[in-house]
């Protein structure tokens, strides 16, 4: 008798449920709520077939700080946007990757894009003209 037991490879990335993703958001948005979910599967089995999330600044490729994802691919707002004023952010370029924890590990990933919609939360400010001066 001979026994044979074959082992799953891990032969098959993760694959987002999407190739892109986009989203406006508020820039009153509450910091903490979930702003978006995403899914990914992985037909391997065993360690292969676990997948984890992060999310990636576009430009420096460094972690994100102003959104964070579980385990679970739900995307949190974890800092306070501002639209306004010279240090505010209009848009966000972020990359979400989907990791199997399989040896070789395998990814996917897709852009995601934030927009931070204008809320009216700045009083009008007057300029105050000399007397004799002309506009």
Do not use: C, H, K
Request: hydrophobic fraction near 40%; charged fraction near 20%; charge should be negative.
């Amino acid at each position: 008798t001979v026994n044979v037991i074959v082992t799953d490879a891990n032969d098959n990335a993760p694959e987002l449920n999407d190739d892109a993703f986009a989203l406006s958001l508020l820039e009153n948005a509450t910091v903490g709520d979930v702003v978006m979910e995403v899914n990914a599967t992985d037909p391997d089995t065993g360690n292969g077939g676990r997948i984890s999330f992060r999310l990636l600044d576009a430009d420096t490729q460094t972690t994100s700080f102003v959104f964070a994802i579980d385990s679970a691919g739900a995307i949190r707002l974890t800092s306070r946007l501002n639209r306004d004023g010279p240090a505010g952010v209009q848009r966000y370029d972020i990359i979400v990757v989907a990791q199997d924890n399989g040896v070789p590990s395998l990814q996917d990933s897709a852009p995601l894009t934030v927009t931070v919609e204008d809320v009216n939360d700045n009083a009008p400010a007057w300029t105050v003209i000399p007397p004799g001066q002309r506009v």
